[in-house]
């Protein structure tokens, strides 16, 4: 009964590679987002989806792109992956226009070597 | 200097102890100010969810933005062991949740 799950949980992969990271929300809600947090905790969002657009983090590289076969499912594909990506990757769910209703999911520890 | 500032702690407080939890900011377009709980290896909850300046209340949690000094606090009475997780602030402004900016989180142990 997990509201939002990812997987895999952890990932080490070398640089250069393309991965990606799947993520589903059982709570019927519109909008998802993906967060990336550093080995210094910081939590930066990037990218939020609904069923009607995509809003990009400028900061985020083009190398990274949100991929969402329905509204229950937004994953994460990174091409050409780099030392620097190694981080924790953060999906969240929300009902559009209710903020409260935000959950994350248990995250996926990425490390590129 | 960063958008939202937070002390890292570690903060150690004994179980019981009313906490303080304290974040500022410097862009004053932010309207919308949240407090996240995260544990160890988990991904945040959010805790508290308010906007513009006052109080909310929650249980055990009290939320308190003063916009007027960019001020934003969380207060947690009756603190007890499982209060113990890295707590993160984070506003946007009106109408820009894809413009959230985060806190790097507060550290918090309460002991036994």
């Known amino acids: 009964d997990t509201a939002v799950s990812q997987t895999p949980k952890y990932l080490v992969t070398q640089m250069g590679n393309d991965k990606s990271i799947k993520c589903e929300q059982n709570l019927g809600h519109d909008t998802m987002y993906w967060y990336k947090q550093d080995s210094k905790k910081f939590l930066k969002i990037m990218f939020s989806?609904?069923?009607?657009?995509?809003?990009i983090n400028e900061t985020v590289p083009n190398r990274f792109s949100p991929k969402s076969p329905d509204k229950a499912h937004l994953n994460l594909h990174i091409n050409s992956l780099e030392l620097g990506d190694s981080a924790v990757y953060f999906c969240a769910s929300r009902l559009a226009g209710d903020q409260e209703t935000q959950y994350f999911g248990p995250g996926t520890r990425l490390l590129v070597l | 200097q960063k958008e939202v500032e937070q002390d890292p702690g570690p903060l150690s407080v004994p179980e019981g102890a009313i906490v303080s939890l304290n974040c500022t900011y410097s862009?004053?377009?932010?309207?919308?100010f949240m407090w996240y709980r995260q544990y160890s290896r988990k991904g945040p909850e959010l805790l508290m969810y308010t906007y513009s300046s006052g109080n909310k209340e929650d249980g055990r949690f009290t939320a308190q933005v003063d916009k007027s000094s960019k001020y934003i606090s969380l207060f947690i009475r009756d603190s007890q062991p499982s209060d113990s997780a890295t707590y993160l602030c984070a506003g946007y402004p009106s109408g820009g949740y894809q413009k959230v900016t985060f806190g790097t989180g507060t550290k918090l142990q309460v002991i036994p």
């Open positions: 989806y609904n069923n009607k657009e995509l809003i």
């Open positions: 862009n004053s377009a932010f309207q919308y």
